[in-house]
């Protein structure tokens, strides 16, 4: 970097010195808060295997931790009346992408931190990027840190959002956090992106980059400075394949907001949820689709899907939500003689112990057995249908595609559907049931099946397909 405060040998000088003279680190069982000098693969105070956790000792941290008294604290506090704390109304920042501000309750909060969880290759620099080259072009300090990438690979992503216009957004390629830290001291930027959390590494700890000890050093550094600068924080951070934020997880208690960032990578359409936010509710989501030019705002989705359902045996349209907004989403089944034993149980877009659920709950109240048949179902365009309402169209897709029998509303458009399957057989209320139904009215699909217009799902499986039921493709 060309800015003096962006200098490398500037800003390294200092942890470079401190690495010399290592402070002691410790390592703290996380099942029982045990410290261990050294780390070792199982805790000798509760037993427990792979729990000790790496830690840069603090002043006055072992004496904390043992609930002494804290030398140097200063005593008592004088508590305020909640109505006299001052609390200035945020005004957000805005990032241009009316979906992301959405979930986000109406933009940035300036000094919060936000935490971006999603699959690698989801989209989350593309995301933050498009944001901050907004913020940028609005007249915002920004600064992008990218801890993965080198600064010409960050460029050609951003002349590719962005088709040619200046790119103004600073950005330093760097994963030692002290150079980071010195760097936010510096810069003082508004708004902040990390990219991300699991690639900086703080030289205070031996622990590897993206270790659980590491990640929650990196994160509760850069918390520190950002409160203590107001800076607002967009962290990325990675999730593995079984969808927990590994390592992040362990953050979502520091930082303000956490967005989930889910989707198929090979599929197009992308989902934006807040799992948490404390400054807006977490019932928001926006759907994206990406193009060559970036993730482009989804508003009609329904119409996209309906218009896009087959309307074949083994297709239904579930009534789904994406946090408040309501979606159309197609969901297909396939269901052939297995070979295996046991059978093979696919699920994309839904859960596989769900989907072991509603099979055991059609066989058993449905009279659909398909004890040695593979089922596969697939929520299409990538969407995830993970709430309780999507049980009936799973099963619904299950049933044609066994009995090999389309499914259609008596106007001859593809079947809606939304509900939750009981155990008992019933079919269980979900929420927002009338926005679920005006959406399927809105787009030509009423009347839906759902815990309205059906009690059991033995009652909803002989309206869906009616007389048209065909001898059994898959014998139980
Ligand atoms: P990326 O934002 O790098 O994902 P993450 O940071 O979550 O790992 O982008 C992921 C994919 O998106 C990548 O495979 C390339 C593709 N892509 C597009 O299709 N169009 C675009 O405009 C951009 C920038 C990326
Ligand atoms: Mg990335």
Redesign the pocket.
Known sequence: MSQSGLDRGDVLGAPYAQSIARPATIHVCSACGHEESRWAGQCSACGEWNTLVEEVRRHGQRAARAGAAIPGSTGALTPVPLGEVAAAAHARLQTGIGELDGVLGGGLVPGSLVLIG??????????T?MALAHLTAAGRRTLYVSAEESAAQIRL?AQ??TGGTPLAIPVIAETDLGAVLATLESVRPEVCVI?SVQTLHSAELSSAAGSVGQVREVAGEILRVAKARGICVLL?GHVTKDGALAGPRVLEHLVDCVLQ?EGE?ERTYRTVRAIKNRFGSTNEAGVFE?????LVEVLDASAMFVSEATRAPGSVVLCAMQGSRPLLVEVQALVSPSELEPPRRVAAGFDRNRLALVLAVLGRHGGIGLGTADVFVNVVGGIRADEPGADLAVALAVASAARGVAMTSPAGRPLACFGELGLTGELRSVAHGDRRIAEATKFGLAPALSPDSHRTVREALAAALGGRQRSPRVAA
């Open positions: 999603g699959a690698p290759g989801i989209g989350k620099s593309t995301l990027t992503r590719r959002l990219d990325v960032f990578r990406m193009r060559d030019h970036g």
